[in-house]
């Protein structure tokens, strides 16, 4: 029988002014009902980096998970990100919820000087990470002779607290990385595919088709890891209105039939997520801006658990 998909709720939080402020945000989230705090990871932006940044939120609170959606794989070398996430999950014990990535903002990597190689590339490589990541957090010396990758006889220490690993999160919307997160992830955030030159989504993969056939995409390849796995998306805009007030939103994109898009009363967004949840297993649904925060959080504290 399929696994129960109680809703979960996640929030993107880049920056605050102050440790204070920081762990205030952190702390409102777990108050309302969130259970996760997650940071992006890039370069360019006012954005924290992930890994004090996660560290400072896990130690302002008490039930709150901390994550990323998501590290850039190009940006770290696996064993290093390794021995990074293993500290983390083990001083915050095992609130870790590790996003992982390829890179693809070509912004990132003008400015600081890196190679952004092709998609296919790097999704081959963020598979082969995956595999010194996995490696690395299981007991013993690993080693590997990859294409990207050469680890000899490397036993790090400390281990995760969660075992045999934290849980780990891949995001995309590509058929490659679908199929990679179908075979590796414990959650998986459905996206936009992005232009292979790093410059933004790519405007043919939206609507209603294209998100129903991420899930066909993911299901097929998972087999029977399906069931295990935990569905979501990103709610990349929002929309909440009172009963009766009329809606004059001058944009109707193509994802207004998605999860993506959350339009109308209260009432409508919750029902639509149920939607989702029960006809299309969706369960993890991560709040991409912080200026909707006070419009979403009665929906969490509605919905979260149940």
């Known amino acids: 029988m399929p696994m129960d998909r109680p809703f979960r709720f996640a929030a993107v939080v880049r920056e605050a002014g102050s440790a204070r402020a920081w762990a205030e945000k952190a702390r409102r989230l777990e108050g309302s009902g969130f259970d996760a705090l997650l940071v992006p990871d890039h370069l360019v932006g006012p954005r924290f980096a992930p890994v004090a940044a996660m560290t400072a939120a896990a130690c302002a609170t008490t039930r709150l998970r901390v994550g990323t959606l998501v590290f850039a794989n190009d940006f770290r070398h696996p064993a290093v990100l390794a021995k990074e996430a293993a500290t983390v999950d083990l001083l915050s014990e095992g609130r870790l919820e590790l996003g992982l990535g390829t890179g693809w903002m070509a912004a990132d990597y003008t400015r600081a000087g890196l190679e952004l190689r092709p998609p296919g590339v790097r999704v081959d490589r963020l598979a082969e990470a995956i595999t010194v990541l996995k490696g690395l957090w299981s007991d013993g010396p690993f080693t590997i002779h990859g294409e990207h990758y050469r680890i000899t006889g490397l036993d790090q220490t400390p281990k995760p607290w969660r075992r045999p690993h934290p849980r780990l999160l891949l995001g995309g919307g590509g058929p490659r990385m679908l199929r990679l997160a179908a075979r590796e992830a414990d959650v998986i955030n459905l996206g936009m595919r992005v232009r292979a030159d790093g410059t933004g989504p790519d405007g043919t993969d939206g609507g209603l088709a294209a998100f129903l056939a991420k899930i066909d995409t993911v299901r097929r390849a998972a087999g029977d890891r399906y069931d295990r796995i935990e569905l979501g998306t990103s709610v990349q805009q929002l929309g909440v209105r009172k009963k009766g007030e009329p809606w004059s939103a001058a944009d ?25 949840r029960d006809a299309h297993d969706l369960s993890y649904f991560v709040l991409h801006h912080e200026r909707d925060l006070d419009a979403f959080t009665p929906v969490v504290e509605e919905l979260a658990g149940r």
């Open 252 to 276: 109707s994109s193509r994802q207004d039939e998605t999860p993506q898009v959350l339009l109308g009363t209260r009432q409508d967004v919750v029902d639509k997520l149920r939607h989702w």
